[in-house]
Nanobody, 121 residues
């Protein structure tokens, strides 16, 4: 229901870095939290990181300090900075948002279209 636009994926070498962006367009929504998920070939989708509007963050154990999630409330945009990338980080990365719909006054969620991250020599 909530429109999201993702960008920033691509091909990087092992040990490289990448920054993903996820934007909720329009002023209709008030962001409660944004999350990043990933899905590798043949595997189920898994949570990478979550950030609340107030800045509280949670990370999956496998991140091991290599990932930072941030949010720009004014732009309704979340970022995922990924460093020291490994081949096993190769996946389609999806943004998920939890919002309050200002038109209806009720919570809603949305998913981005996904952006491909490939880590390979």
């Amino acid at each position: 229901q909530v429109p999201l636009v993702e960008s920033g994926g691509g091909l990087v070498q092992p040990g490289g870095s990448l920054r993903l962006s996820c934007a909720a367009s329009g002023s209709r929504f008030s962001i409660n939290a944004m999350s990043w998920y990933r899905q590798a070939p043949g595997k189920q989708r898994e949570l990478v990181a979550t950030i609340s509007r107030g800045g509280s963050t949670t990370y999956a154990d496998f991140v091991n300090g290599r990932v930072t999630i941030s949010i720009d409330n004014a732009k309704n945009t979340a970022y995922l900075q990924m460093n020291s990338l490994k081949p096993e980080d190769t996946a389609v990365y999806y943004c998920n948002v939890n919002v309050r719909d200002l038109w209806s006054g009720v919570p809603a969620i949305g998913w981005g279209q996904g952006t491909q991250v490939t880590v390979s020599s």
